[in-house]
């Protein structure tokens, strides 16, 4: 049977200009055509229609960055200290779940026990548990002591690390996470400065690729960032160039920018973050001073004006990200950034699926392409707040929302 959604507009999210009064044909789980209401006239009579008068079909949202068995709670660090991995699982499944109610059809997990992400991917896959496509690094890997320790690899060495890729490839990880510096979650660690010399992450990089898996680089301080893209990292996350006088804020560096441009580094700034602290009454210190939420936006914006390419990454599970919040990441991206609704749709859509390795599976509406999408009250490529209200929501064929109404 043919599904089909209908609304007064379709952006495909390959930043072309929206077509308008379309309609999307699936069948089997994938894209079978894009056309419009008015070449519907032969439709089959047990074909299922969804309408959303005023709407637009999009695709599903691509959350780059969750740790799905936190709690994202205040008190998020003592649970991730004191749980069991019994816990654990009830909350990841309650994340994944989650994250697929608000329109995140594709969701990478950047840091989760092993014994708690694999067995999430696993029951999704095989229809036990609702949530998004899930593609998992498992125990990201870290120092001694270093951060999220509490549930990475610790790896100390270049013969360690490559030790910890590898078991991690083992256990079925579509992504490496390696923690290049410290971070605010764990404490006492520095994160102005660098857990791991260039030379390790060359190594690492260079066992990574060789059974064709990428690398996410937790990074803060700038001597994490020059590092990593010296290393050839391919996905730096946050990116936050924190000087390493930890009475300074901010030491960016220019040239770095151009380098992860020109190498084609895909950066996930968490830019998101500093607006649901902000909204939920957190005040962020890092390492010792305040930073000025301005100067960061100036330096992201100069990123993205060197041509860096950006992804959408929540961190949620951590203090005031919560699962069904990705909505604000695009918000802030046109609010804060300054960069156009259909700019930032392309990054929370086309681009992460191409930083993940998944551009010709999903990302975007084309005929062929599985069938992750949603549709928005609203036009979002003229207000990107219309992306909070999700109507329909469809993965891999499958609807899971419906004019509003849950289905799982």
Request: charged residues 25%; negative net charge; aromatic residues 4%.
């Amino acid at each position: 049977m043919k599904l089909v959604l209908k609304a007064d507009r379709l952006i495909d999210g390959t930043g072309t200009d929206p077509v308008s009064d379309a309609a999307l044909i699936i069948e089997d789980g994938r894209i079978t055509d894009i056309t419009s209401r008015n070449n519907l006239a032969g439709l089959s009579d047990d074909s299922d229609v969804i309408e959303l008068n005023g709407g637009t079909i999009m695709p599903g949202f691509i959350e780059m960055h969750s740790h799905m068995h936190c709690s994202a709670e205040t008190d998020a660090y003592q649970h991730i200290m004191t749980e069991s991995d019994q816990v654990f699982l009830m909350r990841a499944v309650g994340a994944v779940r989650t994250a697929l109610s608000s329109g995140v059809t594709t969701m990478r997990d950047l840091g989760a026990r092993n014994q708690v992400a694999f067995p999430v991917k696993k029951a999704i896959e095989d229809g036990i548990i609702p949530g998004p496509r899930l593609i998992v690094a498992g125990t990201p890997i870290t120092t001694t002591g270093g951060h999220c320790n509490m549930f990475g690899t610790e790896a100390d060495t270049v013969e360690e690390v490559v030790t910890a890729i590898r078991n991690q490839f083992k256990q079925g990880a579509g992504y490496i996470k390696i923690m290049s510096t410290g971070g605010g979650f764990t404490p006492g660690t520095n994160v102005r400065a660098p857990q791991y010399p260039v030379e390790t992450l060359k190594s690492a990089v260079k066992d990574a690729e060789r059974l064709n898996l990428r690398i996410a680089a937790h990074c803060h301080a700038t001597a994490g960032v020059r590092n990593c893209v010296e290393a050839g990292i391919h996905n730096l996350i946050h990116c936050s160039w924190l000087a390493e006088d930890p009475e300074q804020g901010y030491d960016y560096d220019p040239d770095v920018a151009d380098a992860i441009a020109e190498k084609g580094i895909w950066v996930d700034p968490t830019l998101a973050l500093g607006r649901l602290n902000r909204m939920r009454g957190r005040v962020r210190v890092a390492g010792g001073t305040m930073l000025d939420p301005a100067r960061r936006f100036e330096i992201l914006r100069d990123m993205w004006d060197r041509g860096v390419k950006f992804v959408t990454g929540m961190d949620s599970g951590m203090i005031n990200a919560r699962f069904d919040d990705f909505a604000y990441i695009p918000e802030v991206m046109v609010d804060e950034l300054r960069i156009s609704p259909m700019e930032a749709i392309v990054c929370s859509t086309k681009t992460s699926a191409e930083c993940l390795g998944i551009a010709e599976e999903t990302g975007t509406l084309e005929v062929g392409k599985a069938a992750d999408a949603v549709m928005v009250k609203g036009n979002p490529a003229e207000d990107i707040k219309a992306i909070h209200e999700v109507d329909t929501i469809v993965t891999q064929g499958r609807v899971v929302k419906r004019n509003g109404d849950l289905l799982i």
